[in-house]
């Protein structure tokens, strides 16, 4: 096993051409595309294999955005910033420590994070999201990055006080896995050097995180080839690379911003009141 903040087995440059792709609704129909500025590029096929321009040019004001693809699993990393362990006093892990985000949680930028009708204390927790291309089954680490598609922004929500709650049992999933509890998008970045870039989480405007993606513990291709070492990563699945300093709590009304450059913002409310029973 390589050991975290260890150098890849080679470096990898990324070999896609710069793209934002992202998935919206038209007309009752769900299509994908590309963003150029403030129009879309209708593309046909299967974004993660063979696909081509279906030459219908939208505007973004036309369209409403999905979440930018439809993961059989999005996996979310603990303790993969060097920052935020020490902080917190976390021994360094030996291997990723991880949990599953269910699909109820899955949310588009724009639309609103709902309070859990069991209350509690919710936090915001801005995070890079790695998307997967190519199916994995137990791939090497040098061969990692051909397996990912590209990177998109993410909100890994989380209800706080649940989490230990129970002296027996940590509640991960459960304080992970509520409706709503996984903004992701607005787009799928393909092109980009992970390495380089920086997550930005604004609450109502005022920067809460700004932290740069150098400081994991685990590189991208150490998680992709670790992680496929337990389980199949198949096109579309997300890993949440974790987070770092800054989290915290959202109050009902308040506005959550997770920004990357070169992918965007994405941007959710927090609801004001949970729905009804």
Known sequence: MTSPGAAPARVQTPQAPQRRWLRFRHAGKTSF???????VHEWQGDMFGACSPSGVILTVAEIELLTPT???KVIALWNNFKALGEKLQLAVPAEPLYLV????????TKQTIRPPV???KVVFEGELGIVIGKTATAVSEADALD??????????????DILNR????????RAKGFDTFCPMGPVVATGLDPATLTVTTLLDGQIRQHYPVSDMRFSVAQLVSLISMDMTLFPGDVILCGTSIGVGSMKAGSSVEVEIDGIGRLSNPYGSAAPPI
């Open 118 to 120: 069991s209350g509690g």
């Open 70 to 72: 439809l993961p059989s």
């Open 101 to 108: 985000k269910t699909p109820n949680s899955y949310l588009a």
């Open 166 to 173: 129970d002296a027996s049992f940590a509640q991960w999933v």
């Open 147 to 160: 397996h990912v598609f590209g990177y998109t922004c993410a909100n890994d929500v989380t209800v706080a």
């Open 33 to 39: 595309g590309v963003l150029h500025g403030n129009t």
